[in-house]
């Protein structure tokens, strides 16, 4: 688990991502919810039947100061650009089987069949908006460098992922 301090300079996200929104939404859940959004530096309020003791909301309150914290930006990755009304329509894991249809370059009649087992995908979950985008977010939740494609309408984008880091992918519906 990654913790994290207020007055940390960096910010390791891309686990939180992955088991906050990509594994959320993955399972068919239509929204994010945090324990709680603000908390005090000991991680109050909670009662003693209830609730996180451990948990940190997304922004700490101490005084007049306020830190950000990890939850914060994990929702702010996701919630400024997929917008309410989005339905997540992919998703792609770690072992995963998709299935390739292709056309024989000889005999047209024939089709064939391949199953592709996803070894390396990177946990993702991919959205269409309501303003007519598609948005993908990736997390590379791994020590090394994560490559993957995607593929939209015949065209396809290869990008690297750097370790620990979640990207976010846009682009238009085309009609």
């Not at 451990?54 to 400024?80: E, F, P």
């Not at 056309?103 to 047209?108: L, S, V, W």
């Not at 309501?130 to 015949?154: C, E, H, L």
Request: aromatic share 6%; proline share 5%; with cysteine.
């Amino acid at each position: 688990m990654v913790v994290e301090r207020p007055d940390d300079n960096t910010i390791a996200i891309a686990a939180q991502v992955k088991r906050m929104i990509i594994s959320v939404t993955q399972n068919w859940s239509r929204n994010v919810i945090l324990w709680n959004f603000a908390a005090d530096p000991n991680n109050d309020p909670h009662t003693d039947d209830g609730g996180c003791p451990m948990c940190q909301g997304a922004v700490t309150l101490d005084g007049d100061k306020v830190s950000r914290n990890i939850a914060y930006y994990v929702i702010a990755h996701a919630s400024k650009l997929v917008r309410p009304g989005s339905i997540r329509i992919a998703s792609t894991n770690r072992g995963n089987q998709s299935v390739l249809l292709t056309t024989d370059e000889e005999q047209r009649e024939v089709v064939r069949v391949a199953t592709i087992v996803n070894h390396d995908a990177l946990p993702n979950v991919v959205f269409r908006t309501p303003d007519g985008k598609i948005v993908m977010i990736v997390a590379n939740d791994t020590w090394s460098v994560g490559s993957f494609r995607i593929q939209y309408r015949g065209q396809y984008a290869n990008i690297r992922l750097q370790p620990g880091a979640v990207g976010t992918y846009v682009w238009n519906i085309e009609q």
